[in-house]
T-cell receptor, first 113, second 113 residues
Framework: KQEVTQIPAALSVPEGENLVLNCSFTDSAIYNLQWFRQDPGKGLTSLLLIQSSQREQTSGRLNASLDKSSGRSTLYIAASQPGDSATYLCAVDPRGSQGNLIFGKGTKLSVKP | DAGVTQSPTHLIKTRGQQVTLRCSPKSGHDTVSWYQQALGQGPQFIFQYYEEEERQRGNFPDRFSGHQFPNYSSELNVNALLLGDSALYLC????????????FGSGTQLSVL
């Protein structure tokens, strides 16, 4: 059974710091992996999607990497800003049907001015 | 384009009652997936609808049922509500193909008293 774990559960950093969020999964047979952002009480916004054949994806100050063989992904945020404060979730798609995504519990990030 | 629209935004029910949540997918999307997110947890997949049929289902009891209409909008019905059904219910839409970012609505916050 696929399980997704995110470490740390919470992270507080000063503004301007570079940071890394970690995601691990137990079954390497995935179709893709997505990183999402969630603001309190709101829906999810997809930040980056990495296909199983890819190693990384970049969007602005965000960079996500994927190592299928070791079951790990990282989300790197450069020059963090207070507006980056949110919960970040990773999710794996086992079949590519965009349906049964399996999520971690998320990392709650707080960026202090 | 309004993206994914969910209604209502908040709902309060009592144990044993029934509830219906609604979702309109993004224009051009034909696949709708529903997720339940308890406080402090990652979303859990309930089911996915495509061409008015349930295509995939997660590990949820039969009290959870759904429907998709010809215009691709969808409903989630929950019967015999339990206190544990209190959660944020999220709808996501896609075109159903593999490597595409999933688009989520803002969710319906259900409280069962």
């Amino acid at each position: 059974k696929q399980e997704v774990t995110q470490i740390p559960a919470a992270l507080s950093v000063p503004e301007g710091e570079n940071l890394v969020l970690n995601c691990s999964f137990t079954d390497s047979a995935i179709y893709n992996l997505q990183w999402f952002r969630q603001d309190p009480g709101k829906g999810l916004t997809s930040l980056l999607l990495i296909q199983s054949s890819q190693r990384e994806q970049t969007s602005g100050r965000l960079n996500a990497s994927l190592d299928k063989s070791s079951g790990r992904s990282t989300l790197y945020i450069a020059a963090s800003q207070p507006g980056d404060s949110a919960t970040y979730l990773c999710a794996v798609d086992p079949r590519g049907s965009q349906g049964n995504l399996i999520f971690g519990k998320g990392t709650k990030l707080s960026v202090k001015p | 384009d309004a993206g994914v629209t969910q209604s209502p935004t908040h709902l309060i029910k009592t144990r044993g009652q029934q509830v219906t949540l609604r979702c309109s997918p993004k224009s051009g999307h034909d696949t709708v997936s529903w997720y339940q997110q308890a406080l402090g947890q990652g979303p859990q997949f309930i089911f996915q609808y495509y061409e008015e049929e349930e295509r995939q289902r997660g590990n949820f009891p039969d009290r959870f049922s759904g429907h998709q209409f010809p215009n691709y909008s969808s409903e989630l019905n929950v019967n015999a509500l339990l206190l544990g059904d209190s959660a944020l219910y999220l709808c996501a839409s896609s075109s159903g193909t593999g490597n595409e970012k999933l688009l989520f609505g803002s969710g319906t916050q259900l409280s069962v008293l």
